[in-house]
């Protein structure tokens, strides 16, 4: 039998297509087979009449119109690699992903890399839209002799791209000098000539500018955290035309303005946060009129940084005023829009009794009755009741349509501190406005439970339906636990029971008493206490035994702002 032919393998035709390769790349991508499923699609869609398309040729990236394919790539923003290589395939796609791409720049080590590519091509920085620069003059990652270097480099990297993002609408910034220079008067000379930024914003609403200049006309959230830079020296950022969060952490302002060139009632800022501001009361205020209609507004009025012994030319040598009342007068010009407001002060009680010995005068904010649109309030106890007075019903001072009150009880005011039960219960009366209503209050240590008994304050506002948040020393707490904090403790129920237990004794001979001896241990307390060697029989860390601790809260108002919280969230997501 003749051995089987076989035959050659057929040679592969060339494509005799005359269709452009972009038609080609099409129809790579489009549905080649025969759609089977017609049961599916009769019980998803009810209807056996659905048309079935077996080849599209626009089913592909290319073919979907340039708005839904923005949306879709929008999805893409937490890839940046996969946002590179959709870059590579075709100018469409590549104009899409370079916008989403290059959305977003943050201070992080995976964005040096865009930021980079933004510096070098102007077309790129016209994508920007929340930029995030940190110039940190304490990298730890690097040497000593490599950190300018790479200081600079950065500076450099990040002002090309603030120089160029015509588009840009949150921006965070942060100036951090070396930890070596601890005076004042060093970190300011080390900066004052690194600072470039500041200049191009004072350019930007300079009265002469060319057409390449950035007039940061879509800037809508500003952060800038420094330690080194007065209010007065950025006053020019109250005058961008679209700027409507402002957010300053460490800046001061500790004698009056000089040369305050805001108007009255002319910034369009609408919400302000003052962190950490070592501020004079009278710039603040007048900070505050500049503004033509104030929504939102944080001050945390700190002198932790006062430097007493410091050059004349330090203005952190001079101790900044503050008032109750002016801040008061000042917020009363926007009782027409001030939805949220937060307000507190700090400072260290043994420098207050050195700075003021004979004490001060304070004053208190006075009524925010006809505050129109206040939800959101966070103040001291002192800050509202006035110790000339004997008013506790804080429903006097502010109007009945709160959603959320904040405060923070110390054992500095004691005056206050009988009045604190019954001006906490009056908030029943106040926070009265939605679902999530809420009260919450920070107690300090050191303050007398058992004495003022603010259990029965919180059990008022438990019964008509507000929220509580109690921390104490800031680890949340339960009313439950308030009450226990507020019981006796063991030893006093003893003791009292003992003093009980010796009423009821019928009476001893004299010659008994005297014949009686107390226990070696108690005589041997005794002799401690005479000779100054007694230690507690209760500590911190008896307290803490088998708890897991965390670390305390610094003394600030984090938690409790939510118009903080609205601020760093750009700055989130700006990385």
């Known amino acids: 039998m003749a051995p089987p032919i076989v035959p050659w393998p ?52 290319v073919g979907m ?26 100018h469409h796609c590549k104009r899409v992903a370079e916008e989403v791409l290059y959305k977003n720049i943050g201070s992080r080590s995976h964005d040096w890399a865009k930021a980079q590519s933004v510096a070098s091509n102007t077309t790129l920085a016209s ?51 070396p930890q070596h220079l601890r005076n004042w008067t060093n970190r300011y000379d080390f900066l004052a000539d690194e600072m470039s930024w500041l200049d191009l914003f004072n350019l930007a609403v300079g009265q002469s500018i060319d057409g390449q200049t950035n007039r940061f006309a879509h800037l809508n959230k500003l952060t800038i955290v420094t330690d080194v830079l007065s209010l007065e020296k950025i006053s020019c950022v109250f005058r961008l035309p679209s700027l409507n ?48 209609s104030l929504s939102n507004f944080m001050y945390e009025h700190n002198t932790m940084a006062w430097e007493p012994f410091g050059n004349d030319d330090n203005p952190m040598s001079v101790w900044p005023e503050h008032s109750w009342k002016l801040l ?13 407001l937060y307000a507190f002060s700090y400072s260290d009680k043994a420098i207050l009794d050195i700075v003021y010995p004979d004490g001060r005068d304070l004053g208190t904010l006075g009524s925010f009755q006809d505050f ?51 001006a906490l219960a009056s908030l029943r009366d106040i ?3 939605g679902q999530d209503k809420t009260v919450r209050v920070v107690l300090l240590n050191g303050l007398p439970f058992q004495a003022l008994g603010l259990s029965r304050a919180f059990a008022e506002l438990e019964e008509a339906g507000i929220k509580l948040e109690i ?58 206490v005479l000779n100054g060697n007694s230690q507690a029989s209760f500590t911190t860390q008896d307290a803490v035994a088998g708890d897991s601790t965390e670390d305390v809260v610094d003394y600030v108002i984090l938690a409790a702002s939510h118009c903080h919280g609205q601020y760093l969230d750009h700055v989130a997501r700006s990385d």
């Open 10 to 61: 057929q040679k592969r035709k060339a494509s005799t297509s005359n269709d452009p390769i972009s038609n080609k790349r099409t129809r790579s991508v489009s549905i080649s087979v025969k759609v089977t499923h017609k049961s599916v699609l009769e019980g998803l869609l009810g209807s056996p009449e659905v048309p079935v398309v077996t080849k599209n040729s626009q089913a592909c990236l």
């Open 65 to 90: 119109p340039e708005e839904l394919l923005l949306h879709v790539v929008g999805y893409l923003d937490v890839s940046p690699g996969t946002l590179a290589k959709l870059c590579l395939t075709n």
């Open 127 to 177: 994508h920007v839209r929340h930029l995030c620069s940190v110039f940190d003059w304490n990298d730890k990652m690097l040497v000593p002799w490599d950190l300018s270097h790479k200081v600079l480099a950065t500076r450099d990297t990040y002002d090309k791209i603030i120089a160029n993002a015509h588009k840009i609408q949150t921006f965070a910034l942060e100036e951090i000098a």
């Open 245 to 292: 969060s402002l957010f300053l952490q460490g800046v001061h302002q500790t004698t009056p303005f000089r040369d305050w060139l805001i108007p009255t009632s002319s910034s369009p800022v609408r919400e302000i946060a003052l962190r950490n501001a070592m501020m004079d009361i009278s710039a603040v205020a007048q900070m505050i009129s500049s503004v033509k």
């Open 328 to 340: 008061g007068d000042a917020l009363r010009q926007h009782r027409d829009t001030l939805v949220e």
């Open 372 to 422: 129109s649109k206040l939800q959101y309030c966070g103040i001291p106890i002192e800050a509202v009741l006035d110790a000339a007075t004997a008013e506790n019903d804080l429903s006097v001072y502010f109007p009945a349509h709160l959603k959320r009150w904040y405060t923070h009880i110390t054992p500095g005011t004691p005056k206050l501190l009988e009045r604190c039960v019954p």
């Open 431 to 433: 926070v009265c406005l």
């Open 471 to 528: 921390r104490y020393d800031y680890d949340m707490i339960t009313l439950d636990e308030l009450k226990r904090l507020e019981a006796p403790s063991e030893e006093e129920q003893s003791d009292e029971e003992s003093d009980e237990e010796l009423i009821d004794q019928p009476e001893v001979e004299n010659d008994e008493v005297e014949g009686y001896e107390l226990p070696d241990a108690t005589e041997q307390e005794i002799a401690d």
